[in-house]
Nanobody, 123 residues
Framework: QVQLVESGGGLVQAGGSLRLSCGASGRTFSELVMGWFRQAPGKEREFVAGISRGGGTTRYSNSVKGRFTISRDNAKNTVYLQMNSLKPEDTAVYYC????????????????WGQGTQVTVSS
């Protein structure tokens, strides 16, 4: 079983930045593909970014490409999401997710999920 704990959410003005962190335990971190998803009120959970086990491959949704950066530190069992140029439409609960295998899946077909952290962007 893998436990995921997100941190770093909060309230920020439009144009600002936040960095989310997600610490993992219970499994060899480098064996897991990691992803970030988000869910706004009344909307479905959507893929934001994903990163391969070694960190060499990343994927982003079109809505965040060029503004967000996903990275991981396998020595620290942590994945990050650096969010720049934030917009009000980025407001959502952000979830860290982990999956077995090697594919960065953009669907929510992940094996483990964190509790989520709220990000609110004011205009």
């Amino acid at each position: 079983q893998v436990q995921l704990v997100e941190s770093g959410g909060g309230l920020v003005q439009a144009g600002g930045s936040l960095r989310l962190s997600c610490g993992a335990s219970g499994r060899t971190f480098s064996e897991l593909v990691m992803g970030w998803f988000r869910q706004a009120p009344g909307k479905e959970r959507e893929f934001v970014a994903g990163i391969s086990r070694g960190g060499g491959t990343t994927r982003y949704s079109n809505s965040v490409k060029g503004r967000f950066t996903i990275s991981r530190d396998n020595a620290k069992n942590t994945v990050y999401l650096q969010m720049n140029s934030l917009k009000p439409e980025d407001t959502a609960v952000y979830y860290c997710a982990a999956r077995n295998g090697i594919v960065i899946d953009i669907s929510p077909d992940y094996d483990y999920w964190g509790q989520g952290t709220q990000v609110t962007v004011s205009s």
